[in-house]
């Protein structure tokens, strides 16, 4: 049964495929406490300090859904080299992800957002990022490194969140093309309107938001949907895009193919922080793994099932997918 054949890829040919990660890395910084009273001060909630907490985000979050699903995985991008550009590299270097690709551009600080919560709200969020983009010098080293060990990686992903890294849309365009040329799968989760640079990628991925954005079309039926979604394939003339449409589901476009839908399954939902991530993470693995695009979207549908079920940024394991696969749903696989 094809059922039977993806459930064994999950658990013996994720762990083979290696993917690298290149984007826009991140620092999710939370200052935690306990809100008592307003302050005398201003009419705002004092925090009284309870701890801080790190997390990777950005494009560092794929990675580490992607390792969590069992892939071998790589990270490349800019961080500072200051005291949260260090701790990131730790961080994924402790968790077994190859941060060889992560260089410094010159008084450029690492990206870090500071949220200040309780332990059921959040009071604000402070930003610290320079968005510009990154210095040519830069981008030629990530080059150099991609063409050196391209023949290592099944698959690399682009995590943009423009905050820099991807803004060159040449840049992109060699990125496309060194996959191309050497067989590598390049898939692209990206808030860019620049979706030109997009020629020949595997698929990409936006959200509704980042899809009426990008081809300015207001989506508010099945049928405005899909005439967004053509407009992005024919103008980036990728050769697929997943539209990831919160609780509506997931659509897939590809050309000369009718729209095709796949409804998210019903969970209690807690936080849809990162199940984008989650989503281009099983696709990619998925796809690495040999899986069709319809089969690799189910499966990603099922994870992003359950990673809404957690607080914060978090990840799905392989072993919290294979027993929800074991759960006999009817996911109908084909």
Known sequence: MMEDRLKNAVQNDFNKKRILVLGDLMVDEYILGKVGRISPEAPVPVLNYRGTQRNA?????????????????????????????IWLRDFLRNASINTEGIFADENRMTTVKTRFATKVQQLLRVDREDSSPIQEAVRTKILDYIVSYI????????????????????????????????????????KSRHIEAFENADFVKPNNLELENAVNIKIVDLDS?????????????????????????????????????????AVQVFDVTGAGDTVISAVTLGLASGFTMDNAVILANIAAGIVIGKRGTAVVTRDELMERLNEKKDYKFG
Do not use: P
Not at 156 to 182: M, P, T, W
């Open 225 to 265: 949907l899909d005439r967004a979604g053509k407009a992005y394939l024919e103008r980036s003339k990728a050769k697929c895009i997943i539209v990831t449409r919160g609780a509506e589901g997931i659509s897939i476009f590809e050309h000369g193919r009718d729209r095709r839908d796949y409804a998210s399954k």
């Open 57 to 85: 985000g950005g494009a560092s979050n794929v990675a580490l859904n992607m390792h969590a699903m069992g892939g071998k995985l790589a990270v490349a991008g800019v961080a500072g080299l200051d005291d949260s550009g």
């Open 151 to 190: 023949s290592e990686w099944d698959a690399i992903v682009l995590s943009d969140y423009c905050k820099g890294v991807l803004e060159d849309a040449e840049f992109v365009r060699k990125i496309i093309q060194i996959c191309n040329e050497n067989q590598v799968i390049v898939t692209i989760d990206s």
